[in-house]
């Protein structure tokens, strides 16, 4: 079954960066749009970052300046560089991925879409 990997996240003073990363599972053909939200205890989820397949890129107001997505379109992976934490971004996050095609060993080539990973938690300390 395909998944989406996070890795990084913790905890972090104010100030200080961290960065995430993301890659589904698999046999990964192509993938379209990239990207990280998160959400925060009482408030609604918030699209943080997104990357399309051609490099083009949105941020959230909150974190315009501050983070950077990137992606390796040979490694299917992206990152999410996090610099100048604050407070207010702590929350989890979650990557995910709109459409990706990837190569079922049993049924060929399948589509994916709308995936979203299990969330990595980013704490930043005052």
């Known amino acids: 079954q395909v998944q989406l990997v996070e890795s990084g996240g913790g905890l972090v003073q104010t100030g200080g960066s961290l960065r995430l990363s993301c890659a589904p599972s698999?046999?990964?053909?192509?993938?379209?749009?990239m990207g990280w939200s998160r959400r925060s205890p009482g408030k609604s989820r918030e699209l943080v970052a997104l990357i399309r397949s051609d490099g083009s890129t949105d941020y959230a107001d909150s974190v315009k300046g501050r983070f950077t997505i990137s992606r390796d379109n040979a490694k299917k992976m992206a990152t999410l560089q996090m610099n100048s934490l604050k407070p207010e971004d702590t929350a989890v996050y979650y990557c995910?991925?709109?459409?990706?095609?990837?190569?079922?060993?049993?049924?060929?080539?399948?589509?994916?879409?709308?995936?979203w990973g299990q969330g990595t938690q980013v704490t930043v300390s005052s």
């Open positions: 995910h991925v709109d459409r990706f095609l990837f190569n079922d060993e049993s049924l060929g080539v399948r589509e994916a879409v709308d995936y």
């Open positions: 698999g046999s990964i053909l192509s993938i379209n749009t």
